[in-house]
């Protein structure tokens, strides 16, 4: 579809898996029902990691299982390894995002392996996902700046970006996992990765820590790039990235779509209903602007 715009939802597992609070299975199918009524199409509901590492995305595999299948709609599962891949599979998961990293310290802290032994484990993932007719979204993080190592260089980002796309991602995601970057930034490095993929292969996925992902996301598009991930109310942050904030909330992502005249295939209403009842059940404020000023305007509040 001409000026469509595809919101990958990651609220579930990149906003939850660093939550203090740890939700039911019933809350977060609640959640993630709310997403899919909304019209949100990709949606990351879990990932199949340590529960030492991660005790937050217990159950992942348990919340994909308990899933309505619904036609057009992807649920997808985060595999750092074959053992999570095969968790996935347990359930009959036909969508998985392998992750790694533009930093060593970064991909040490968060999957306790070089860059170079990530993308080992992830040949063994593909290969078995080949064969299994599973889609293979990557992540890279740390596109911009490091928590352990400062600035990275987008050169790195752009090699370890083509190689998820060698082996067979189908899409990757270039994480600004901290949410320091300036739109400058971010436009280096989809310079640097354009250089080597199509911007239909790329996605962004900006944390709002210092408040410049809706900026970032405007600079992206002038790269042609047309995906973004988000996260309802903008949710979450990273285990293994101190003080990094939620990603840019989806509510916000999609005011500044629609406003600009892309189709999100979201309705406004519903995906403001569904940001409510989450951070009801959380108990605090919403971290989405739009969806602050969208309940004032309707005479209520965003939680
Ligand atoms: P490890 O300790 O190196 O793994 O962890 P190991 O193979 O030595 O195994 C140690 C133990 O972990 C064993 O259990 C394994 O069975 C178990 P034990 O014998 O001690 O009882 N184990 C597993 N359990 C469940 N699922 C698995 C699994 N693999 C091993 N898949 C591992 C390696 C990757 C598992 C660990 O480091 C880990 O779980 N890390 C968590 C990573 C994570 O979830 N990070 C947050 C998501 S990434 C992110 O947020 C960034 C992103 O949003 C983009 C951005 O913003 O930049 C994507
Ligand atoms: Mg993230």
Same mark, same amino acid.
């Given at each position: 579809?001409?000026?469509?715009? +595809?919101?990958?939802?990651?609220?579930?597992?990149?906003?939850?898996?660093?939550?203090?609070?740890?939700?039911?299975?019933?809350?977060?199918?609640? &959640?993630?029902?709310?997403?899919? +009524?909304?019209?949100?199409?990709?949606?990351?509901?879990?990932?199949?990691?340590?529960?030492?590492?991660?005790?937050?995305?217990?159950?992942?595999?348990?919340?994909?299982?308990?899933?309505?299948?619904?036609?057009?709609?992807?649920?997808? &599962?985060?595999?750092?390894?074959?053992?999570?891949?095969?968790?996935?599979?347990?359930?009959?998961?036909?969508?998985?995002?392998?992750?790694?990293?533009?930093?060593?310290?970064?991909?040490?802290?968060?999957?306790?392996?070089?860059? +170079?032994?990530?993308?080992?484990?992830?040949?063994?993932?593909?290969?078995?996902?080949?064969?299994?007719?599973?889609?293979?979204?990557? #992540?890279?993080?740390?596109?911009?700046?490091?928590? #352990?190592?400062?600035?990275?260089?987008p050169a790195?980002v752009a090699e370890?970006s083509a190689?998820?796309?060698?082996?067979?991602?189908?899409?990757?995601?270039?994480?600004?996992?901290?949410?320091?970057?300036?739109?400058? +930034?971010?436009?280096k490095v989809w310079q640097a990765c354009l250089a080597h993929a199509d911007?239909?292969?790329?996605?962004?996925?900006?944390?709002?820590?210092?408040? %410049?992902?809706?900026?970032?996301?405007?600079?992206?598009?002038?790269?042609?790039?047309?995906?973004?991930?988000?996260?309802?109310?903008?949710?979450?942050?990273?285990?293994?990235?101190?003080?990094?904030?939620?990603?840019?909330?989806?509510?916000?992502?999609?005011?500044?779509?629609?406003? %600009?005249?892309?189709?999100?295939?979201?309705?406004?209403?519903?995906?403001?209903?569904?940001?409510?009842?989450?951070?009801?059940?959380?108990?605090?404020?919403?971290?989405?602007?739009?969806?602050?000023?969208?309940?004032?305007?309707?005479?209520?509040?965003?939680?």
């Amino acid at each position: 579809m001409e000026n469509f715009v +595809k919101i990958v939802e990651v609220g579930a597992r990149d906003g939850l898996q660093n939550e203090s609070i740890i939700l039911t299975m019933s809350d977060k199918l609640n &959640l993630i029902n709310d997403l899919v +009524k909304a019209g949100l199409t990709s949606i990351e509901v879990g990932s199949c990691v340590s529960p030492k590492w991660v005790p937050q995305m217990a159950g992942s595999t348990e919340i994909y299982q308990a899933l309505p299948k619904v036609d057009g709609v992807s649920f997808s &599962l985060l595999t750092p390894n074959i053992k999570g891949y095969e968790a996935a599979r347990s359930v009959g998961c036909t969508e998985v995002a392998i992750f790694t990293a533009a930093s060593e310290s970064f991909t040490q802290k968060n999957i306790n392996c070089t860059i +170079k032994e990530s993308l080992m484990r992830f040949d063994e993932i593909m290969a078995r996902a080949k064969s299994d007719g599973v889609k293979v979204r990557g #992540y890279v993080s740390c596109v911009v700046d490091c928590p #352990y190592e400062g600035a990275i260089d987008p050169a790195i980002v752009a090699e370890v970006s083509a190689r998820l796309l060698d082996m067979g991602c189908y899409e990757v995601s270039l994480g600004e996992t901290i949410g320091t970057a300036t739109p400058d +930034k971010v436009a280096k490095v989809w310079q640097a990765c354009l250089a080597h993929a199509d911007a239909n292969l790329l996605a962004g996925h900006f944390h709002n820590t210092y408040g %410049m992902a809706i900026a970032n996301v405007a600079a992206s598009l002038d790269f042609g790039i047309r995906t973004f991930d988000a996260s309802i109310a903008g949710l979450g942050g990273c285990p293994y990235a101190k003080g990094a904030s939620g990603n840019v909330a989806t509510e916000d992502l999609h005011y500044l779509l629609t406003g %600009m005249g892309y189709k999100t295939g979201i309705d406004t209403d519903l995906l403001m209903q569904a940001g409510k009842n989450i951070m009801q059940r959380l108990g605090r404020q919403s971290r989405s602007n739009a969806a602050i000023a969208y309940w004032q305007k309707h005479g209520s509040s965003a939680t």
